[in-house]
């Protein structure tokens, strides 16, 4: 079976309600994942009334999502596969965005 990691991307800063013109739908491979490193497939991703602000170009507690990033969320998270001492097959929950990837349970960029 073949595995995609499905992202969505933020393509324009919205102006008034968000329109679907907003956000660009991606996919590609799943990356292996490096030394302490797991993949994951995303089983839920929370919808929060705070992400609307990360969706403004302005100063928060978080920089916004910037254009062409994908969107952070809240996610429960099962591994699928594992280079850190979390088991194979766990559950976690993880903030890193709106995709299906490679990461690292402390944030760092793969």
């Given at each position: ?33 490096g ?41 429960v ?11 194979s097959?766990a ?20």
């Open positions: 079976m073949s595995v995609t990691n499905r992202q969505i991307r933020m393509a324009a800063h919205p102006v008034g309600v968000v329109k679907p013109e907003d956000w660009e739908h991606c996919s590609g491979p799943v990356e292996e994942p030394p302490s490193r797991f993949a994951g497939r995303t089983r839920v991703i929370s919808l929060d009334p705070v992400m609307r602000g990360w969706l403004d170009d302005c100063p928060s507690y978080l920089p916004p999502v910037a254009i062409g990033e994908v969107m952070r969320a809240g996610s998270i099962e591994v699928t596969d594992s280079n850190h001492p979390v088991s097959r559950i976690t929950w993880s903030a890193p965005s709106a995709s299906r990837s490679t990461w690292s349970p402390t944030g760092e960029a793969p």
